[in-house]
């Protein structure tokens, strides 16, 4: 039996998890993924959990798909493999998930630091799409989400020549938030989503949706999606709690209704 690749830790209300196969460069097979998938679809459910932190540990984020699984797929293999949710618990997750990468995030594991919703990078961090230099192309993202962060220039020289990006060119692209000594990666991320955790749960879910959507549709019907939940918001307990708050001078406490 294999060993688990994903090690979940909550510490209410921030969950980390942490891909677990370090002498394989936390290579992502068909199962572990699905693993990551699984439980990141636990902690979606989890009602004690309000952000996730997503890393690969000290040394590496994940070196992308696993090559030595893939060489001899065919068509029908790879149509058979996706199958099923995927990568779906992670593109619906619904509370902040943050990737805290430290060295190589790689192919499929610079698509899945990307799929996350912000990126703090370790100071070794690299990020690459070298899926060209085996023959194909990047499945899960690259070829999309690199021109909508770095734009289509940077993108296409990052997913032609497989090029890397070290950490400071990735926070000037704004593929990272920022960029933190690698000893403090982990401990910025879990600081960051426990800043966020203590925000109006709902409020904080509405903005994932809002930001996430700007990428997907029109500016005209992504403002009017922004100004539903906008209105939607006045129906909470937490809009009458965050605004009585400023008033009276006092913290807010949030319930999450
Ligand atoms: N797959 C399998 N094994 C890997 C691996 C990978 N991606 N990356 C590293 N390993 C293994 C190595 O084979 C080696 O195994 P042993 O020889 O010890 O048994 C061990 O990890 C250590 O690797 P190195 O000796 O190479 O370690 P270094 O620190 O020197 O170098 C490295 C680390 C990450 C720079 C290097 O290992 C490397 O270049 N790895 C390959 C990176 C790469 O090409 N990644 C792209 C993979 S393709 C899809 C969605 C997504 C994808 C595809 C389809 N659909 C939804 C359709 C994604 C595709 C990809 O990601």
Redesign the pocket.
Known sequence: MQPPFVAVEIDAPVATVTLSRP???N??SPGGIAELMGALGALDEDDRVRAVVLTGGPK?FA??????E?VTRTPAD?LAI?RGP??QPLLRFTKPLIAAVNG?A????C?LAMMCDMIIAGDGARFGQ??V??G?L???GGTQRWPRTAGKYVAMEANLTGDLVDAERAYQLGIANRVVPAAETVATAQELARRIAAKPPIAVRLIKEAVNAAYETTLTAGLAGERRSFHLLFATDDQTEGMRAFLDKRPPHFKGM
Do not use: F, K
């Open positions: 002498e394989a460069r290579a992502l590496v070196a992308g798909a696993d090559i030595a893939m790879q996706e995927r990568w190589y790689l192919g499929g594991g698509e070298p899926e230099n085996l194909i990047p499945g899960a």
